[in-house]
């Protein structure tokens, strides 16, 4: 595994983040004429299909009993609840603010390693951490008054928290990842549509939605579900977990600027200011200087013991 990416996959690796930041219009946009519990079920059951379906075209491995049991509770917990509540949250509010409080995941995944390992945080981290709730705050406490804006934030950071749930209780060493992703979303697309049939949800015609809903479920599916999942795992195997989750980082960027271009959404400075300082945050509880220099160490080491 390398930890340098090159050109070319620098290329591809913005084109993912690109993706991903995109992918927070495409389900405002659809979920203003699709319920947003069928709406999830259609973003996740077929991009599924396409990624096992191509990933059986290039490998041998089978899919056993232990493979769909192991997915089951994943797919809940990092497809079914976040999908659902992303489609939800972004009902009243922005897709770019949607997208900030995503960025989230990697503080809950730090939350859960402190409590799971009973390691001592260092004062930076906590500091990174009372900035990123301060800044969540700062979003949300102007629409404190108003329960139907509050909700959809702490419905937004649920999804988030438990997408990293469902990360966590994932082996990093699997040897089936694509073959597990598309397990993943195919039974969390099966659930949401359970879901949304026993919620009564009201599935819309096709003839009835407009072109630009129909752009956007078609994004999800093809470009999102297959396409940015399928790539987000090729970065992760190729540079690490730290790499691959710096469209963390990017994709928020992304998506507050399309929708302030293409989804007429409109910020206060408050909210960019406190938007910018979430994502520093974020960059502050997860990096790791001790490791940084271990690494820089260790090639050291390797070049003098080459030469």
Not at 277 to 301: C, E, G, H
Request: hydrophobic content about 55%.
């Amino acid at each position: 595994m390398r930890k340098k990416l090159t050109l070319t996959e620098g290329y591809i690796f913005f084109l993912l983040c690109t993706l991903q930041g995109s992918c927070f219009l495409a389900l405002k946009f659809s979920v203003e004429e699709i319920p947003p519990l069928f709406l999830a079920a259609i973003q996740a059951g077929p991009a599924g299909v396409l990624v096992l379906g191509f990933i059986a075209l290039i490998e041998s491995k089978k899919i056993n009993i232990s493979d769909l049991k192991r997915a089951l509770l994943i797919s809940i917990l990092r497809r079914s609840i976040p999908l659902a509540c992303f489609s939800y949250a972004v009902i009243p509010l922005t897709s770019g603010l949607l997208s900030v409080f995503v960025s989230t995941a990697p503080i809950w995944a730090f939350i859960w390693e402190f409590f799971s390992t009973k390691r001592v945080p260092a004062s930076r981290q906590v500091f990174g951490l009372l900035v990123g709730f301060l800044c969540i705050g700062i979003i949300a406490l102007p629409n404190a008054s108003n329960e139907a804006t509050m909700l959809p934030v702490f419905i937004a950071i649920l999804g988030a928290a438990s997408a990293v749930a469902g990360s966590m209780l994932t082996a990093e060493n699997t040897s089936k990842p694509f073959q597990l992703l598309g397990l993943e979303l195919i039974i969390g697309g099966l659930i949401l549509w359970a879901a949304s049939y026993l919620a009564g949800e009201t599935i819309p015609a096709y003839s009835s939605l407009s072109n630009r809903a129909v752009l956007g479920v078609s994004f999800l599916v093809i470009f999102y579900g297959f396409f940015a999942q399928i790539g987000h795992i090729w970065i992760m195997t190729i540079a690490g977990a730290s790499e691959g989750m710096l469209f963390i980082y990017v994709s928020p960027v992304i998506a507050l600027a399309l929708g302030f271009i293409a989804g007429d959404e409109h910020f206060s400075v408050s909210d960019i200011i406190a938007s910018l300082m979430l994502l520093i945050s974020v960059y502050i509880v997860r990096f790791n200087p001790t490791a940084k220099r271990r690494r820089k160490v260790d090639k050291q080491r390797k070049v003098q013991a080459a030469g």
